[in-house]
T-cell receptor, first 115, second 114 residues
Framework: AQTVTQSQPEMSVQEAETVTLSCTYD???????LFWYKQPPSRQMILVIR??????QNATENRFSVNFQKAAKSFSLKISDSQLGDAAMYFCAYRSSNSGYALNFGKGTSLLVTP | DTEVTQTPKHLVMGMTNKKSLKCEQH?????MYWYKQKAKKPPELMFV???????INESVPSRFSPECPNSSLLNLHLHALQPEDSALYLCASSQDRYGAYEQYFGPGTRLTVT
């Protein structure tokens, strides 16, 4: 089974600064999908960004971008110009393209944003 | 409408009770999911429905019984639960269970078993 590792249980960033959350995964597949989900306290989990493994170009969504290193099996999330509303638990997730399986989540990184 | 709704928001039940959780989406999604989430942990998959048929059951105890009456509605029937079943129960849906489709999550039902 694929494993997803988030090695930073907690991170802190000041408003307007940049922070990078790390994620590594273990798989023998060549085609798969990677996601970052955000879960604010007592609020709904929402998708931040996704990356298809066959795409070499790193995904970007406004202030959020990823650094996808397929050979290294690394998928980090960069948040630029951090805002107070970015404070949340961030989950990295893997999804196989073959099995139709659901998301395989990492343990999460709790991001604190300080004024 | 990109919303997944769940009712009730909170539920307290005794170990001998029978209750149901409800999830609804009107996005035309054909895959729906139940997850269980403990505090400060990632969601754990329980069930996957695809085109109204149960596709995946992650070895969930029989005291949890899912039901998909139609393509928009997903229920989770609860019976004889244990205190360790207390958790946030999340419903999600996606256009299909395959592919890079985003899963849309509901706000969850916070269940307490006494």
């Amino acid at each position: 089974a694929q494993t997803v590792t988030q090695s930073q249980p907690e991170m802190s960033v000041q408003e307007a600064e940049t922070v990078t959350l790390s994620c590594t995964y273990d798989t023998s597949e060549s085609d798969y999908y990677l996601f970052w989900y955000k879960q604010p306290p007592s609020r709904q989990m929402i998708l931040v960004i996704r990356q298809e493994a066959y795409k070499q170009q790193n995904a970007t969504e406004n202030r959020f971008s990823v650094n996808f290193q397929k050979a290294a099996k690394s998928f980090s999330l960069k948040i630029s110009d951090s805002q107070l509303g970015d404070a949340a638990m961030y989950f990295c997730a893997y999804r196989s393209s073959n099995s139709g399986y659901a998301l395989n989540f990492g343990k999460g990184t709790s991001l604190l944003v300080t004024p | 409408d990109t919303e997944v709704t769940q009712t009730p928001k909170h539920l307290v039940m005794g170990m001998t009770n029978k209750k149901s959780l409800k999830c609804e989406q009107h996005m035309g999604h054909r895959a729906m999911y139940w997850y269980k989430q403990k505090a400060k942990k990632p969601p754990e998959l329980m069930f996957v429905y695809s085109y109204e048929k149960l596709s995946i059951n992650e070895s969930v105890p029989s005291r949890f019984s899912p039901e998909c009456p139609n393509s928009s509605l997903l229920n989770l029937h609860l019976h004889a639960l244990q205190p360790e079943d207390s958790a946030l129960y999340l419903c999600a849906s996606s256009q299909d269970r395959y592919g890079a489709y985003e899963q849309y999550f509901g706000p969850g039902t916070r269940l307490t078993v006494t």
